[in-house]
């Protein structure tokens, strides 16, 4: 923790923005998203009318359902347990860090590109071998695991999703690197022209059509195409 403050929070100047292992007590309800998912609609059917209940038969109902909920290993698959405030405090910097999008960004940008006064925390070096795909790593067809990726067609580096973007003035392709959150979220870097990009959402989904036309966006005006591997 002493670490990361020290070379990369407050070089960001993100400390209020960001939280890698674990939000503090003092960091109010309101200020933190709240986890939802969104179901894809099945238009092959038209929705029937539900029939009447009455109350007492819907109330054991939808106690039933809460209890069936939080029974389980699987309901560690449910990503609105990361609701609960005991998960968002304790220190899990692989699953918790709560973010805004502004702050993954500058975080980004002060690992890979800098700040046009201190140097980038990762050296050119590094960078490159992170963003080499590895031998193994090929697109591999979406698993029912994998449903909520949204981004799960990129190949790897070193740890880091990779995708090769082309440039629409000279055609030259630069290898971007970063990687795709759980339900629509994304962070990525293209170090040759200083641009980190990221999104965040607390409406989960198979599939982010405001992540995809934010790139979409970003890269006309930097001139670039975003492959298949990143938007459909």
Known sequence: EIYLEKYIIDPSGVR??????GITEKIEANRLAILTTKKPVNTATAPRAPKRKNANEESQQNRKAVLEKFR?????????IFNMRKLRN??????NGHFSAAALAK????LIV??????PLLESNTIDAARSPQASSSPAKPSSSSTM????????????????????????????????????????CVPELGLSIA??????????????????????????????????
């Not at 389980?72 to 609105?80: T, V």
């Not at 800098?114 to 140097?119: A, H, M, R, S, V």
């Open 199 to 232: 999104f965040t959402t607390n409406t989960l989904s198979p599939k982010s059509i405001a992540k995809d036309r934010l790139i979409e966006a970003v890269f006309d005006e930097y001139g670039l195409i975003a492959p298949k591997s990143l938007i459909d």
């Open 90 to 95: 304790a220190k899990l910097p692989s699953a």
């Open 114 to 119: 800098g700040d046009g006064i201190t140097l």
């Open 149 to 188: 990726l949204d981004n799960e067609m990129a190949s790897f580096g070193l740890g880091f999703q990779i995708h090769e973007i082309r440039s629409k003035n000279d055609g030259g392709i630069m290898r971007s690197l970063g990687h795709a959150g759980l339900g629509g979220s994304i962070l990525l």
């Open 107 to 110: 975080v980004f940008n002060t």
């Open 16 to 21: 209020d923005n960001m939280f890698m292992a």
């Open 72 to 80: 389980g290993q699987e309901q560690m698959l449910n990503p609105s």
